[in-house]
């Protein structure tokens, strides 16, 4: 032995290990070979002396310097190492100084930690399993793989998965084989790979021997594979020809959690997250997705409760799928949530109805990913049973339907309410109408509205609702007025008839409200309030200019303006002065700027005036080409838009009235012809009140 150690007889073989699914090479074994003189002993004679005799540590430490050197030599050659896996005997962990020598050989040859693995089989683990696992736990702390090797082919397994801080699973497929019933070995292959997986775990599968095997160990989730299928151990020469060069992955696909999922306390039976999963997050449960299947590995005792109704109680609850209970189409419903939820990694909701043991129920689900591996995914779900909510809405859309029956010969717009209080009150029916003298159409107000009353405008809301009560008090029907927005931001008028009546299935008072919009009619009345106003302003007033000066405010208070002036054409100069003006609070007057405006500058207007009575500038921009020098002038008082009137005396324009950026009526310009009428009889009284004056004199 020594003798052979001094000579270099003990040698490194390299098996490669593969992904099956898509051939790169992931890493290799580095097993030990004994060449005597060119006769290679069998490591099954000598291992197992070498662990009786203690020999075993020196002989295997020599093997891990050779993996470190070839390491450092494939580095060092420009070359991109595969990680390679050496084994450890149970024998060699008892060793004393065994961690610190792993890292003096690491240290000694500069090899990141990543690309040396250690495999120990799970049979090393019956004497001292707590020695061993708290070196190993030292050795995963800084960053090394610890494999288990021959998983399956020893008697405590489990054990050993819960301690070790193992990161990758090597099964034994002499389990497999060794067995006539090797349908269940294979049902066994396929959930201890899950098992695995979901531990954050990756399996290699060693001792593949053929296509069938490998294939096999692909259709269960496990792609990497080590055996005589791919290629027999070989020497380091024959590697670094065959195999060095091809295709290479060297990172294992591993468990991929969310940040805030922690894997192992979620599946600890005695921690938070159980304790909050079994009480307080309702129905919930954790299933896997694969291949369009959902199986379903975890859940509380809320989910049980939420399904009894359909499932019923003599079902095993845990191995039951929620899709047997729903048509094709509620099934799609939930596979396209989970997908969403997949494609997404957010929260995704989805509603379904099941139907079983002489019941339909309706289920709210909302599903979140909380971790996946290669194409299977593990999902969180939590489900409520929104029957009676459901069964609410089906009923209030019969209502809805009664009352589209007694509605639809009315045109007007047509409400149903249930009013109990201002702060209760539940809208049951609205018609087309309604929506149509809104600005809306039905999924607009749906969408946008949160409530009907917020319609009205606040300072007409207590007078709306003092007439609501007003008819629930003393059950009549009752008129009233108020203020409302449209969906454009326009104000309007609304005329409502509230009245109660009876309705079957539904109540002895419903509100209806029948609706009108009485906009027109309101402007109607306050255009002939604002003509009455401003003929007794002209009649109540002795004082000519002091009647122009009170017009001219109801005008620009009229058309909601900035200033309402009035323009005297003075034939003599060949200039139009500014006579009077009002403001609004807050601007100031140009009146003293405009005594002597060009005739040309404003001839234009003038001619238009003598045309047609009145005008109406929109944009006062569109005259900066045709006539610069009114933009200019306009343009320094800061107007935007005007309207002007003309004023006649004797049949002959003798000027204008005009408002600066009036905001509302710009339509009624008849209304300021009217006045600009009433302007030129007061300048007339002016000019005749002027000239006996004189005459006096």
């Known amino acids: 032995m020594e003798k052979a150690l001094t000579l270099g007889q003990f040698e490194p073989w390299l098996q490669p290990q593969y992904n099956h699914a898509t051939g790169a090479m992931i890493g290799a074994e580095v097993l030990v070979r004994w060449n005597q003189n060119g006769t290679y002993v069998s490591p099954a004679e000598f291992i197992p002396v070498f662990e009786e005799n203690g020999f075993i540590y020196r002989m295997d430490y020599a093997i891990w310097e050779q993996a470190c050197a070839l390491l450092r030599r494939w580095m060092d050659e420009g070359k991109t190492p595969v990680p390679l896996s050496v084994n450890v005997s149970g024998k060699d962990i ?130 990497y594979i080590q055996g005589y299928y791919y290629a027999r151990p070989m020497t380091v020469a024959q590697f670094e020809t065959d195999c060095l060069d091809g295709k290479k992955e060297t990172e294992l696909s591993r468990l991929k959690t969310l940040e805030t999922f922690d894997n192992s306390e979620f599946w600890n039976p005695r921690s938070m997250d159980t304790l909050i999963f079994n009480s307080f997050v309702g129905g919930a449960c954790v299933f896997e997705y694969y291949k369009g299947k959902i199986e379903v590995l975890r859940l509380n005792d809320r989910y049980i409760k939420e399904l009894a109704g359909v499932v019923g109680h003599e079902r095993e609850l845990s191995a039951v799928k929620i899709s047997e209970f729903m048509d094709d189409a509620d099934r799609e419903t939930l596979f396209a949530c989970i997908r969403k939820a997949i494609d997404s990694c957010e929260e995704t909701t989805c509603e379904v109805r099941l139907s079983g043991n002489g019941r339909t129920e309706y289920l709210r689900v909302t599903v979140r990913i909380i971790a996946r591996t290669d194409n299977r995914v ?101 008129t009233h007025e108020f203020r409302a927005r449209r969906r454009d931001g326009s104000v309007i008028w609304v005329r409502y008839i509230n009245s109660l009546v009876s309705l079957d299935g539904i109540g002895d008072e419903v ?78 007057g140009v009146k003293e700027t405009l005594q002597a405006v060009p005739m040309a500058t404003l001839a234009p207007c003038l001619e238009l005036l003598r045309e047609q009575n009145c005008m109406v500038l929109e944009n006062v921009e569109t005259l900066q080409k045709d006539n610069p020098a009114l933009w200019r002038s306009l343009h320094a008082r800061g107007v935007h838009t005007a309207i002007m009137a003309a004023l006649r005396i004797d049949g002959k324009t003798v000027g204008f009235v005009g408002v600066d950026d009036p905001t509302r009526y710009v339509g009624h310009l008849v209304h300021l012809a009217t006045i600009g009428d009433y302007i030129a009889v007061l300048l007339t009284r002016r000019d005749l009140t002027d000239a006996i004056n004189r005459e006096k004199e």
């Open 511 to 588: 509100l209806i409200g029948i609706a009108t919009d009485i906009t027109e009619e309101k402007a109607k009345k306050q255009e002939l309030e604002f003509l009455n106003a401003s003929a007794h302003e002209i009649l109540a007033q002795p004082n000519c200019e002091k009647a122009i000066i009170g017009t001219l405010e109801k005008i620009r208070s009229y058309f909601a303006g900035r200033r309402a002036f009035v323009m005297e054409v003075q034939p003599d100069r060949n200039t139009v002065c500014n006579t009077y003006e009002v403001c609004a609070a807050g601007v100031s």
């Open 378 to 478: 593990l999902c969180y779900s939590v489900i409520t049973n929104i029957t009676a909510q459901r069964l609410a809405q089906m009923n209030e859309r019969n209502m809805a339907r009664q009352l589209d029956l007694i509605m639809s010969n009315l045109h007007a717009a047509v409400t149903a309410t249930l009013f109990r209080d201002r702060a209760d009150m539940q809208v049951i029916y609205i018609n087309n109408g309604f929506y149509e003298i809104y600005g809306y159409t039905k999924e607009q107000f749906e969408a946008e509205v949160a409530h009907i009353n917020d319609l009205i405008l606040p300072e007409d809301y207590d007078r709306a609702m003092t007439a609501v009560e007003k008819v629930m008090r003393e059950k009549r029907t009752v």
């Open 94 to 223: 008892l060793q004393a100084g065994f961690v610190s020598d792993i890292l003096t050989l690491t240290e000694k040859y500069a090899v990141p930690a990543d690309l040396l693995r250690f495999e120990i089989t799970e049979s090393a683990f019956a004497d001292f399993p707590q020695i061993l696992i708290d070196k190993l736990i030292a050795l995963s702390d800084r960053g090394f793989i610890i494999e288990i090797d021959d998983f399956g082919s020893g008697y405590s397994s489990l054990n050993i998965l819960k301690d070790m801080p193992a990161s990758v699973l090597k099964l034994d497929m002499q389990f497999f084989e060794n067995t006539e019933n090797r349908r269940r070995a294979g049902n066994i292959i396929e959930a201890v790979v899950r098992m695995a997986k979901w531990l954050g775990m990756t399996v290699i599968a060693e001792g593949v021997e053929d296509m069938a095997q490998a294939d096999y160990l692909k259709s269960v989730g496990c792609y």
